[in-house]
């Protein structure tokens, strides 16, 4: 059993940075690829990145490359999500999420899930 809790999420000016903070309660931390996932009001769940179980192989969807970054620390059971230069169009609830031994995806379904942290860039 794996819990997450998300953190970090708040009101921010286009073009400001924010980082999302995920810490996950439970054993084996390291046995599962890890993902941030968004969801705004009316629009469809959306990929964000996602992180291998070793953190060496890193992913992430169109719209953020360049601009997020994901890190982890198995050390300390958390994942990390740096966001800057943000935009009005990240807006969003910010899920994380995580699948035993790979990485989650928009294809599968996630072992695990957060509670969500609001996001808010104003332009």
């Known amino acids: 059993q794996v819990q997450l809790v998300e953190s970090g999420g708040g009101l921010v000016q286009a073009g400001g940075s924010l980082r999302l903070s995920c810490a996950g309660s439970g054993r084996a931390f390291d046995n599962y690829g890890m993902g941030w996932f968004r969801q705004a009001p009316g629009k469809e769940r959306e990929f964000v990145a996602a992180?291998?179980?070793?953190?060496?192989?890193?992913y992430y969807g169109d719209s953020v490359k360049g601009r997020f970054t994901i890190s982890r620390d198995n050390a300390k059971n958390t994942v990390n999500l740096q966001m800057n230069s943000l935009k009005p169009e990240d807006t969003a609830v910010y899920y994380c999420e995580a699948r035993f031994l790979v990485i989650p995806t928009m294809s599968g379904r996630s072992d695990y899930r957060g509670q969500g942290t609001q996001v808010t860039v104003s332009s």
């Open positions: 992180i291998s179980r070793d953190g060496r192989s890193t």
